[in-house]
């Protein structure tokens, strides 16, 4: 079982590799890949603190402008870390909130973080596609139309996982905060596949090519 060997240390050792690998993430971000914007800067810590070694491999592989080439694969790992950061910090305070604070459990906790990964997940797309200069309907339907697949796949697993493993656990046992780990890995992981596919037929556009956008910025 998860709880026999999810303790507080092991816990802790998780939580001291995560946060040195999003320290390496954002040294990386101030000194190599500068030129990425900032709501992508902000996607990319959180990739990297839910997921730890995990986060940073689809860091390191496919979001710096240090990549050898672009490719299918690389776009759609950019796309769901994208929404992954947003998705992924819904569930976080849904959870947390619901779960862990005010000891409910079953459907309530799932609708409500279900309800907060939407929104924040679209926030963190309809942000940018406004800094791009859309109008704010036309960027509320790009988001709608381009992440509503990935999102209801995403938290549909996660949520699942995350009730499965946890249990009635509380939040001050080290299965509650394993079994909320575990589900972000999941549900990145599961909407993988899911971005490539909407990518690959064009519902969705993906990511920039961050070499692209390192070499445009060192021509100018």
């Given at each position: 079982?998860?709880?026999?060997?999810?303790?507080?240390?092991?816990?802790?050792?998780?939580?001291?590799?995560?946060?040195?690998?999003?320290?390496?993430?954002?040294?990386?971000?101030?000194?190599?890949?500068?030129?990425?914007?900032?709501?992508?800067?902000?996607?990319?810590?959180?990739t990297?603190?839910?997921?730890?070694?995990?986060?940073?491999?689809?860091?390191?592989?496919?979001?710096?402008?240090?990549?050898?080439?672009?490719?299918?694969?690389?776009k759609?790992?950019?796309?769901?870390?994208?929404?992954?950061?947003?998705?992924g910090?819904?569930?976080?305070?849904?959870?947390?909130?619901?779960?862990?604070?005010?000891?409910?459990?079953?459907?309530?906790?799932?609708?409500?973080?279900?309800?907060?990964?939407?929104?924040?997940?679209?926030?963190?797309?309809?942000?940018?596609?406004?800094?791009?200069?859309e109008?704010?309907?036309?960027?509320?339907?790009?988001?709608?139309v381009?992440?509503?697949?990935?999102?209801?796949?995403?938290?549909?697993?996660?949520?699942?996982?995350?009730?499965?493993?946890?249990?009635?656990?509380?939040?001050?046992?080290?299965?509650?905060?394993?079994?909320?780990?575990?589900?972000?890995?999941?549900g990145?992981?599961?909407?993988?596949?899911?971005?490539?596919?909407?990518?690959?037929?064009?519902?969705?556009?993906?990511?920039?090519?961050?070499?692209?956008?390192?070499?445009?910025?060192?021509?100018?």
């Amino acid at each position: 079982m998860l709880s026999q060997w999810l303790t507080w240390p092991v816990l802790a050792v998780w939580a001291v590799i995560s946060l040195a690998c999003a320290a390496w993430v954002i040294q990386d971000l101030r000194r190599h890949n500068a030129f990425l914007g900032g709501m992508m800067k902000v996607a990319w810590v959180l990739t990297v603190l839910y997921s730890g070694p995990l986060g940073l491999a689809v860091y390191w592989y496919t979001g710096r402008g240090q990549i050898a080439h672009d490719s299918l694969w690389r776009k759609s790992f950019r796309s769901v870390a994208h929404c992954y950061s947003g998705c992924g910090l819904g569930e976080i305070i849904g959870v947390l909130t619901l779960a862990g604070l005010l000891a409910i459990s079953g459907w309530p906790v799932n609708l409500v973080s279900f309800a907060l990964a939407y929104v924040i997940g679209f926030a963190f797309t309809l942000g940018p596609l406004m800094q791009a200069g859309e109008a704010f309907r036309v960027a509320l339907k790009d988001s709608v139309v381009a992440e509503s697949i990935s999102i209801t796949v995403m938290e549909v697993v996660a949520l699942s996982v995350n009730a499965g493993l946890a249990g009635d656990a509380r939040i001050g046992d080290p299965v509650f905060w394993g079994a909320l780990i575990i589900s972000l890995s999941v549900g990145l992981l599961v909407a993988y596949p899911v971005n490539v596919l909407l990518i690959r037929f064009g519902v969705k556009q993906g990511m920039h090519n961050p070499k692209h956008m390192m070499e445009h910025q060192g021509h100018h």
